[in-house]
């Protein structure tokens, strides 16, 4: 590859041509190692899967290599939990920035040793929801999760990620604290990647702080995003509704990465290579999708089948849907100086029998 901007420029020509494949399970993938605690870096380190990328990178990069091989378009880097609130839980904080650019910078490796003028490869920085929620859980501000995101941008940028995605967003204040802190880290130092957004729809139908798929995409359709999709929760079944909401409104690219279905009673993840596949082809073949992956329990084989499943396919043209419209917890849409929301409610309350 070539600069940054090239690559960004590149990225955004394919999305335009074909749907591309981001890969599949990181944290999954490590459990199955059944790694000891040494290889965590030390007992105070058990399950701190994003030290991994600095006490065992051979096998980070194993698992990159593997969803490239199988024709992965992006990698995502093994930095899903490394912000400094969450790593401050092991005591490693003030490394956060070091672990995250080596996470970006393995990933990158890989990408590049994987690159081919016909076959393009990209590295998606990932970016979770830490295990704080400004408006679900509390415990955390704006500010202090603003400078989070911005420490982990940062280290990202640093390794060489061409996307920054935030992901498996169930709080859309987190999310606008992590945009801010991109923006903060891409001031500093002066290298511009693509941002994404990709939010969590729980069975219940909503984020975990209660907004729809519309509220959620109104309350960023604002900002400057490469893609807007979903991704974790439930498998894909779960996520029709959601993702045909957004495929007709979104301005941007929309993604969609799901589980291997729901987990059972013991954590097992059973939604086939095959069962995957199918259902996200037939998303492909009603024009709802950008780009395609798999979260939670998807293994190289998922991602395999992926690739084949959407070849060929036409992808998502972006909506130039014009509306007025706000959102909180709910969507509002503004037609001839009133709210249709507002109307609609009306009309239910007259339809209703008088008592």
């Known amino acids: 590859m070539t600069t940054d901007a090239q690559r960004i420029k590149l990225l955004k020509e394919l999305l335009a041509e074909r749907i591309l494949v981001l890969d599949g399970a990181f944290g999954t993938f490590v459990l199955g190692e059944n790694l000891s605690?040494?290889?965590?870096?030390?007992?105070?380190?058990?399950?701190?899967?994003?030290?991994?990328?600095?006490?065992?990178?051979?096998?980070?990069?194993?698992?990159?290599?593997?969803?490239?091989?199988?024709?992965?378009?992006?990698?995502?880097?093994?930095s899903?939990?490394?912000?400094?609130?969450?790593?401050?839980?092991?005591?490693?904080?003030?490394d956060a920035r070091e672990i995250n650019r080596l996470a970006a910078a393995l990933a990158r490796e890989e990408a590049d040793r994987f690159n081919t003028p016909a076959k393009p490869r990209f590295v998606a920085g990932s970016m979770g929801p830490t295990t704080k929620s400004i408006s679900v859980t509390g415990g955390v501000t704006f500010d202090q999760m603003r400078e989070g995101y911005r420490i982990q941008a940062e280290g990202l940028i640093e390794g060489g990620a061409d996307i920054?995605?935030?992901?498996?967003?169930?709080?859309?204040?987190?999310?606008?604290?992590?945009?801010?802190?991109?923006?903060?880290?891409?001031e500093k130092l002066g290298i511009v990647p693509a941002v994404a957004v990709s939010g969590t729809i729980e069975t219940m139908g909503t984020l975990l702080s209660g907004q729809d798929?519309?509220?959620?995409?109104?309350?960023?359709?604002?900002?400057?995003?490469?893609?807007?999709?979903?991704?974790?929760?439930?498998?894909?079944?779960?996520?029709?509704?959601?993702?045909?909401?957004?495929?007709g409104i979104s301005r941007f690219y929309v993604s969609c990465v799901p589980n291997a279905g729901l987990p059972d009673e013991e954590g097992h993840y059973n939604e086939t290579p095959e069962m995957l596949a199918g259902k996200i082809a037939r998303f492909a073949e009603n024009g709802w999708v950008n780009l395609v992956g798999g979260c939670c329990g998807t293994t190289p084989e998922h991602i395999r089948l992926l690739v084949q499943a959407v070849e060929g396919k036409r992808p998502r043209e972006r909506s130039h849907l014009r509306r007025s419209v706000v959102s909180g917890i709910e969507t509002m849409v503004y037609r001839h100086g009133h709210a249709a929301?507002?109307?609609?409610?009306?009309d239910q309350r007259a339809r209703q029998p008088q008592v």
């Open 37 to 78: 605690a040494a290889d965590y870096g030390g007992s105070r380190y058990d399950g701190c899967n994003e030290n991994v990328v600095r006490t065992r990178p051979d096998l980070i990069r194993r698992m990159h290599a593997g969803f490239l091989e199988v024709g992965a378009d992006i990698v995502e880097t093994a």
């Open 164 to 186: 920054l995605i935030l992901e498996t967003v169930n709080d859309t204040l987190n999310c606008k604290a992590g945009l801010v802190g991109i923006e903060e880290a891409i």
């Open 213 to 247: 798929i519309e509220a959620f995409y109104t309350s960023l359709a604002h900002r400057e995003l490469l893609w807007m999709g979903l991704n974790c929760a439930t498998g894909p079944d779960f996520m029709t509704d959601h993702l045909r909401t957004l495929a």
């Open 341 to 346: 929301g507002d109307r609609r409610r009306a």
């Open 80 to 94: 899903f939990q490394a912000s400094p609130i969450v790593l401050a839980e092991y005591s490693l904080e003030p």
